[in-house]
């Protein structure tokens, strides 16, 4: 992948670069990895093309924002209701 990038002359952000471990059964704990001299820090939770995916695929934070969104929509709908 890295070789394309520089093939096409696209600039790299390393600091956005994260992984994410799926297992079910235990939490992985491993801070980073190394790859060509740059850390690429784990992380817990990612999101990839509006959806989160979480370390045991449980999809608990996935869940929590499609409520929070539908919630805050759901009051904006009410409150403008009321102005009417």
């Known amino acids: 992948m890295l070789d394309g990038v520089k093939v096409n002359q696209?600039?790299?952000n390393h600091d956005?670069?994260?992984?994410?471990?799926?297992?079910?059964?235990?939490?992985i704990s491993d801070e980073y990895?190394?790859?060509?001299?740059?850390e690429i820090m784990s992380s817990s939770?990612?999101?990839?093309?509006g959806v989160y995916f979480d370390?045991?695929?449980i999809f608990?934070?996935?869940v929590d924002e499609?409520?929070?969104?539908?919630?805050a929509k759901?009051?904006?709908?009410?409150?403008?209701?009321?102005?009417?």
């Open 10 to 12: 696209m600039k790299v």
């Open 16 to 27: 956005k670069f994260q992984y994410i471990v799926f297992c079910r059964n235990k939490t």
């Open 33 to 38: 990895i190394s790859v060509r001299s740059n």
């Open 45 to 49: 939770c990612v999101k990839v093309l």
């Open 55 to 57: 370390q045991k695929l």
């Open 60 to 62: 608990d934070y996935q």
């Open 66 to 71: 499609f409520l929070s969104k539908g919630w």
């Open 74 to 84: 759901a009051i904006s709908v009410r409150t403008f209701d009321k102005d009417t």
